[in-house]
């Protein structure tokens, strides 16, 4: 199956006035995480109806009709500060002038805030109570780290004005409402989409591909993408590949500083020749073609865009069950990916992946309702259920 994104948003958005947007990421690149590509082609998307602001203080995009504001970073470390001296420089650079503020960041500012990640307050505060709770809240008064986050997320999650709380999943709105219960109110789910649908590559595609990457000719490429590799599960992954037949070779798309410590695992467990760290990519597409499918057994991601970009290419997909990964609530076991109910076990991942590659037909069903359920999440939908938000806050009755 084939699906090509509708070039133009305009056609088929509800009608309305075009609105002056500032969207705030500090990193607005196509190499950054899924919360940096998730802003960025909505960007694209909503660029072709309204005019667009982009601040950051990283930026590697360009895109017709979106202006880009950089912002001084006067230091990286540490982060939190960083973090504390972005927000108040957007809300100086916005707080005039815009029809809508949206944010991708913890900023207290912002009509619209897009939460891409669990809140510090969740994975502070979870299950904690009496004395445990007590130690927690002396660790966090003693922290100016966690005392800057709280505080800039309890910013974030105010409704004392107008202002859209935008999830990425079904999960992620439990969570947040968990932590801070007076937004649930507040909350809209706003699922990731994908450019388009191109389907299983065919075998002169994959070849092409692979040769292009360094990757072996023949054989089975399992394919892993994530920039936090502990996180993303790329320990169990490695730990999997001993076990599987030596024609099996691992592709590592994501963050260069972490391929040292990964190279070293690999080396341990003595399958580093069949490991192959592809580093950070712009474009993404020519992996995708090169594997014959991807495995995320991520031990926590409130979506995994990754996933639904490789079904979107018709891979079979091996992912964490959804404690772990958001996505995979909308997910069917054994039709649109094989669901891994413990990410951790290195065991039941490598059985997983023999069945896979044994089961013709196994491979066949689920590449084709992958397909079928990446055409059904286009960004030029996801652009009009955002498009929506903004105009609900920017309507006369507000």
């Given at each position: ?45 909503l ?10 203080q ?27 001296w ?53 660790k ?62 065919s075998?002169?595609?994959r ?46 798309v ?5 391929i ?7 080396s ?106 990446a ?8 652009a ?15």
């Open positions: 199956m084939k699906t090509d994104e509708p070039s133009d948003m305009q056609d088929s958005a509800t009608p309305g006035r075009r609105l002056r947007i500032a969207v705030l990421n500090r990193q607005f690149s196509a190499t950054g995480g899924g919360a940096e590509r998730y802003s960025l082609a909505l960007v694209e998307q660029a072709l109806r309204h005019e667009m602001h982009v601040f950051a990283q930026i590697d995009h360009a895109w017709p009709g979106v202006t880009y504001h950089r912002v001084f970073q006067p230091f990286k470390r540490p982060r939190w500060l960083n973090q504390l972005y927000a108040g420089a957007t809300w100086w650079a916005t707080r005039h002038g815009f029809d809508v503020v949206h944010s991708h960041e913890n900023t207290w500012h912002g009509t619209v805030q897009t939460v891409h990640v669990l809140p510090v307050r969740y994975n502070l505060f979870r299950d904690k109570a009496g004395v445990s709770l007590a130690l927690r809240w002396l966090v008064m003693t922290s100016p780290r966690l005392l800057v986050y709280l505080g800039l997320e309890r910013g974030r999650m105010s409704l004392v004005k107008p202002r859209v709380i935008v999830v990425t999943s079904s999960s992620l709105t439990e969570q947040t409402a968990q932590a801070y219960p007076a937004c649930r109110s507040a909350i809209r789910v706003i699922s990731p989409g994908v450019a388009h649908v191109p389907g299983l590559a075998a002169a595609q070849l092409a591909a692979r040769k292009d990457l360094g990757l072996p000719a023949s054989g089975r490429c399992v394919l892993f993408v994530g920039n936090d590799y502990r996180k993303k599960g790329l320990v169990t992954l490695i730990e999997a590949l001993g076990q599987l037949p030596v024609d099996c070779f691992l592709a590592v994501g963050n260069a500083s972490h040292p410590e990964f190279q070293a695992l690999a341990q467990r003595k399958v580093l020749p069949r490991v192959f760290f592809l580093g950070p990519r712009q474009a993404i597409d020519e992996v995708y073609t090169a594997a014959d499918c991807l495995v995320h057994p991520t031990l926590e991601d409130t979506f995994a865009m990754v996933v639904l970009e490789a079904m979107a290419h018709g891979l079979p997909v091996l992912v964490s069950q959804q404690k772990y990964c958001g996505i995979s609530g909308l997910l069917t076991h054994e039709l649109h990916a094989l669901l891994l109910e413990d990410p951790t076990q290195a065991n039941a991942l490598a059985a997983a992946l023999q069945r896979l590659f044994n089961d013709a037909d196994l491979r066949q069903r689920l590449s084709a309702s992958a397909t079928e359920f055409s059904h999440h286009l960004w030029s939908n996801v009009r259920q955002q498009d929506a938000v903004y105009t609900s806050l920017c309507s006369p009755s507000r």
